[in-house]
């Protein structure tokens, strides 16, 4: 079980300046990586391509950041916060670190 999953809101502890401490949906998962909605966008440029008929342009994205350099975002505090397992009726739920209380 992962501490981040997908449609969690997160907040950015570590990385570019423009970044950091900014808030935002987890879209994507991937080994140790998450995409962040919104947050450390890059500029790809795409050459022209006659055979699939598209236009060269440049396009913003969002790159991937590392897992440790997310915190969850715990609503009741309005801060980051790290991520605890307990088990409770049998089934093993996530925990905000600090209040102890549920994330699911």
């Known amino acids: 079980m992962k501490r981040i999953r997908k449609?969690?809101?997160v907040i950015v502890?570590?990385?570019k300046a423009e970044n950091k401490g900014q808030r935002g949906t987890v879209l994507k998962v991937a080994n140790?990586?998450?995409?962040?909605?919104?947050?450390?966008?890059?500029?790809?440029?795409?050459?022209?391509n006659r055979q699939?008929?598209?236009e060269?342009?440049?396009v913003k994205k969002e790159a991937p950041i590392h897992i440790s350099n997310?915190?969850?975002?715990?609503?009741?505090?309005?801060?980051g916060d790290r991520v605890g397992f307990k088990i409770e009726s049998g089934k093993k739920v996530r925990v905000y670190k600090s209040?102890?209380?549920?994330?699911?």
């Open 99 to 104: 209040t102890g209380a549920q994330v699911d």
């Open 32 to 48: 140790d990586y998450v995409v962040v909605d919104g947050i450390n966008h890059v500029f790809k440029h795409v050459k022209p």
């Open 13 to 15: 502890i570590a990385g």
């Open 70 to 79: 997310v915190m969850l975002f715990n609503p009741s505090t309005g801060k």
């Open 56 to 58: 060269g342009s440049i």
């Open 52 to 54: 699939m008929q598209t």
């Open 7 to 9: 449609g969690d809101e």
